[in-house]
T-cell receptor, first 112, second 113 residues
């Protein structure tokens, strides 16, 4: 079974731009959650989607948004990028809303 | 807001040595998970512990959950270079149709051959 895939793996943007990251969960998994990882703050929860509905949201500004499609694939969008948005963005999937999460390799975003 | 503190922040040891890393929470864990993250990869779940005082073993790794469910330790026996990585503890909360992981900042382990 293929694991969680994230595209692109690396991305460089400039301040003020917007970016869209994509996550394809493991086949059959319906829950997708997103995390931001930085050296200073560690791993922080962004949001979780299940069956195209956002179930939970972390403490991030409204510039961070996401959505989930009927095939369970998910995208997250960050608008008006700031230097502090430079981070590794991780996506995790699971069969349902509870249970173990399986993480993808992440998208490394650099904002210049 | 729950705070998870992991120590030490960095650890560099020689192959064959033993080591212990710690995770302490400001509040009781819902359930505790340990992950290992290798460079360029996402975290991989090692173990989940739920009951206070629980001890779980995974080959050379021993996980201990405190009686009060506010602290945990991970002990590695005879460390190998393949154990190198970032060890993360997390509180796994499941409720109201949602599931959320709160992570510590991790212990970065380097095992030198």
């Amino acid at each position: 079974k293929a694991g969680v895939t994230q595209t692109p793996r690396y991305l460089i943007k400039t301040r003020g731009q917007q970016v869209t990251l994509s996550c394809s969960p493991i086949s059959g998994h319906r829950s997708v959650s997103w995390y931001q990882q930085t050296p200073g703050q560690g791993l922080q929860f962004l949001f979780e989607y299940f069956s195209e509905t956002q179930r939970n949201k972390g403490n991030f500004p409204g510039r961070f948004s996401g959505r989930q499609f009927s095939n369970s694939r998910s995208e997250m969008n960050v608008s008006t990028l700031e230097l502090g948005d430079s981070a590794l963005y991780l996506c995790a999937s699971s069969p349902g809303t509870s249970g173990s999460r399986f993480f993808g390799p992440g998208t490394r975003l650099t904002v210049l | 807001t729950q705070l998870l503190e992991q120590s030490p922040q960095f650890l560099s040891i020689q192959e064959g040595e033993n080591l212990t890393v710690y995770c302490n929470s400001s509040s009781v864990f819902s359930s505790l998970q340990w992950y290992r993250q290798e460079p360029g990869e996402g975290p991989v779940l090692l173990v989940t512990v739920v009951t206070g005082g629980e001890v779980k073993k995974l080959k050379r790794l021993t996980f201990q959950f405190g009686d009060a469910r506010k602290d945990s330790s991970l002990h590695i026996t005879a460390a190998q270079p393949g154990d190198t990585g970032l060890y993360l503890c997390a509180d796994a909360y499941s409720g109201a149709g949602s599931y959320q992981l709160t992570f510590g900042k991790g212990t970065k382990l380097s095992v030198i051959p």
